[in-house]
């Protein structure tokens, strides 16, 4: 890796809905790892906080509103990612407004989280998979 590596910071979200479902989109053709499966959300911007990210990527993915004090982070994720490095940071979502959609006609899944592990996902996602299923499945 070079010296001092281009960072590239990606907020998502596990949308947890409330049968304890968590929802997962296929990445479009035509994308990098496109078919693979990974939780909604995408790049934060320049001027952007994550949460503000996230807050915008899942009104423009899912045509949903969540306010800030409805994620709250939960885990992160490092991983090279071709000439740049991935920092991709994972919020937990229990509310919001709005009917879940993809104006793009994403495929998307709610599952339960231990049927996460067995997608297909970019190699960033899958560690998080374990950290939320941890969390989610941990005794009260």
Sequence with gaps: MEKNPTYLFVAAAALVDEKGRILVQKRPKGKPMA?????????????????LALIRELREELNI????????????????????????????????????????????????????????MPPADGPLVQMLSNHLLAPA
């Design 35 to 51: 078919g693979l499966w990974e939780f909604p959300g995408g790049k934060v911007e320049s001027g952007e906080t994550p949460e």
């Design 65 to 120: 509103s969540v306010e800030k004090q409805d994620i709250e982070p939960l885990a992160f994720a490092s991983e090279p990612l071709a000439e740049k490095h991935l920092i991709l940071l994972l919020y937990l979502c229990r509310r919001w407004t709005g009917q879940v959609e993809s104006p793009e006609a994403l495929d998307l899944q709610w599952l339960p989280v231990t049927e996460i592990d067995g997608l297909t």
